[in-house]
T-cell receptor, first 115, second 116 residues
Framework: AQSVTQLDSQVPVFEEAPVELRCNYS??????LFWYVQYPNQGLQLLLK??????LVKGINGFEAEFNKSQTSFHLRKPSVHISDTAEYFC?????????????FGKGTKLTVNP | DAGVIQSPRHEVTEMGQEVTLRCKPI?????LFWYRQTMMRGLELLIY????????DSGMPEDRFSAKMPNASFSTLKIQPSEPRDSAVYFC??????????????FGEGSRLTVL
């Protein structure tokens, strides 16, 4: 079974500052990794995903994440945040093999961007 | 194209009442997932279907919860009888099976349930 730990429940930052949201996962099999974003009163939307290949993955809205297998991490970064990035961010993991289609989410990190 | 459609968006009911939440997946998506979101437990997978067949219901909390998918365009999640601890936002999500576990999940806007 897979599990995800998001190390920070809340991250406040100032506009135009860089941000890193941390995610660690646990799995006995090879995995696919995802970051989703949830704006207030909305469903989740995919930001980016890692399936294979390059460990640096670029997503929408200027976000990127790096897969580190040895540290079982998939941290999300943005070099300069905007007020509109204020949202909750969820890291998620699924097994990469057939029969492991469940997507397991972390508890989320609330990013608040202040002016 | 319409996304995943959930109804009702908000439901307030009293303890002991039956609650039915509805979901219409994106046309052509043959995997459907029900999640529950609470402050304490985050996003929990309740059950998922492939081609209208329940594959894994290990996340369904107890017998009071049931889910059905009578056809490719409709699913229900029923709680009977409801309890205050069922208060949460319930999300439905869908994706094509062909994408496998690496495929993007498309979420509805959720149904916020309050049980008094």
């Amino acid at each position: 079974a897979q599990s995800v730990t998001q190390l920070d429940s809340q991250v406040p930052v100032f506009e135009e500052a860089p941000v890193e949201l941390r995610c660690n996962y646990s799995s006995s099999v090879s995995v696919y990794l995802f970051w989703y974003v949830q704006y207030p009163n909305q469903g989740l939307q995919l930001l980016l995903k890692y399936l294979s290949g390059s460990t640096l993955v670029k997503g929408i809205n200027g976000f990127e994440a790096e897969f580190n297998k040895s540290q079982t991490s998939f941290h999300l970064r943005k070099p300069s945040v905007h007020i509109s990035d204020t949202a909750e961010y969820f890291c998620a993991v699924s097994g990469s093999q057939g029969g492991s289609e469940k997507l397991v989410f972390g508890k989320g990190t609330k990013l608040t961007v202040n002016p | 194209d319409a996304g995943v459609i959930q109804s009702p968006r908000h439901e307030v009911t009293e303890m002991g009442q039956e609650v039915t939440l509805r979901c219409k997946p994106i046309s052509g998506h043959n995997s459907l997932f029900w999640y529950r979101q609470t402050m304490m437990r985050g996003l929990e997978l309740l059950i998922y279907f492939n081609n209208n067949v329940p594959i894994d219901d290990s996340g369904m909390p107890e017998d009071r919860f049931s889910a059905k998918m009578p056809n490719a365009s409709f699913s229900t999640l029923k709680i009977q009888p409801s309890e205050p601890r069922d208060s949460a936002v319930y999300f439905c999500a869908s994706r094509p099976i062909a994408g496998g576990p690496g495929g993007e999940l498309f979420f509805g806007e959720g149904s916020r349930l309050t049980v008094l």
